[in-house]
């Protein structure tokens, strides 16, 4: 079974950098203000979608399993 993944972002601390929607650009896209937005529903577990929490400036992006909402990746 393919794992999935919810991805949030804190808008309250993104800086618009726009390398999440560079490094996975399935996953983000930024909103008119230029901040990252997350999709709404869950995603496939993917090594992109990691890397673009991970590389985040702000910090601003947390990664946990749909099922369960186990941390991935909390900044």
């Known amino acids: 079974m393919t ?3 919810t991805v949030e972002v804190d808008t309250s601390v993104c800086v618009g950098s ?3 929607a560079a490094n996975a ?3 983000f ?3 008119t ?3 990252a937005r997350p999709p709404e529903a869950p995603v496939v577990a993917a090594d992109e979608v990691l890397e673009a929490a991970e590389n985040c400036p702000a910090t601003a992006i947390t ?3 749909a099922t369960g909402g186990e941390e ?3 900044p």
């Open 33 to 35: 203000s230029g901040r």
């Open 18 to 20: 726009g390398l999440c």
């Open 3 to 5: 794992e999935l993944w």
């Open 72 to 74: 991935i990746f909390v």
């Open 63 to 65: 990664l946990r399993k």
């Open 29 to 31: 896209s930024l909103d």
């Open 25 to 27: 650009p399935e996953c």
